[in-house]
């Protein structure tokens, strides 16, 4: 039986929070008329070319860029903090290996979050004590989850590697060329931070209860799972995958033509060109002459031009680092939990920044059902 829905009583909805600015923030924005990102009023291009990964995890957690002596206790601490218990280790070895890596890594966070010491102690100390442990420990339960998915076993963090070097040697066991390295660690600055993005306000919403920064994160990681956020990098390699030996550009017309969405292409916020893409560009090129990837960069250029020819549509950061990761050799699976390793700074800084001057996030719904009814006893319902 149909009911009269409630009247429409407001009528200012922004879907999608489109639009909408719900706080303010120190951490990031894009500059309106450049269109560029900056962490902190630095670009991300100029930080990713002229300082490594540890270096902008420092500036996301302190808000300036670190002396020689700071980024050498920083990267100490980091160093120190790899660890993981053999308890998560086993937990690792029961997941199925043909789980989603993003749950293998919600459960991984969450299971971070069973044994820190600070996990319910929301003070600025505990939360940045678990900002440093947090992006220590994740690139090697990443690690040690995508081994078991291969059914190798784990290989324990090296504290005399950089954050990269230690990275490569506890996914594959070796260490690759300088610009392979380059291009990763490009790939965690560009990736670290991008204001009030659908994971980002996922944590800063979890955290606005007083939850805690490990339930952020892991809360957050369920929101970049998605294809619309995170997941985009692993569809563009698929896409590739999918061109094959075709013509790009004959694929590219024949998607458009079916109103496909194109992966990796689009952005709520950039309307004409990602300021992070040309870096990463440059750097996932550079790794393929370093690798033997050119076949991706060509048809990754041409499957570019012709969308911006066709629609105006510019690609995401998505769009070079899939590829990139995949000439790497991480499995595709994986590509969002690598995003995760680096955003973990920008949702953590956001946590701490939430919490300086917290409020309830609650927002309002417009109410479209049924108006006001009276409850039929259960008898009496019709059948
Ligand atoms: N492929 C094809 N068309 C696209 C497109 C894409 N990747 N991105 C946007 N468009 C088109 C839409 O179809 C829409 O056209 P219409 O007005 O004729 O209906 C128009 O551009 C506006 O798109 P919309 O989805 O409303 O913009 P948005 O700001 O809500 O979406 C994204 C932004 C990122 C969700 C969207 O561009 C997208 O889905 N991209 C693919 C996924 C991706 O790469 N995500 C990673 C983001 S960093």
Redesign the pocket.
Known sequence: MSVPAAANSVSNIKK?L?GVVTDETRISRVIPDKQYLTYYGYPVQDLAENCDFMEVAYLLLNGELPNTKQYADFCDMEKKSRGVSGNILSVIKTFPKNSHPMRMMQTCIAYLGLEDADAENNSVEANRRKYMRLLAQLPTVTAAAMRHTKGEDFIPPDPKLGYCENFFQMCFGKIPSKDVLKAFDVSMTLYAEHGFNASTFTARVIISSLSDLHSAASGAVGSLKG???GG?NE?VMHMLMDVGNGDPKKWMLDA?AT??????????VYKNG?SRVPCMKKYRDLAAKSLGGEKWVEMSNILESTMIAE?N?HP????PAGPAYYMMGFPIPFFTPLFIMSRITGWAAHVIEQLSSNKLIRPLSQYIGPVERKVTPINQRAA
Do not use: Q, T
Not at 259 to 268: S, V
């Open positions: 999608g489109e294809p619309l956020h985009a569809a458009l109103k496909k969405k194109i992966m990796g292409f689009g952005h709520r990602d629609k549509i995401n950061l998505d769009f």
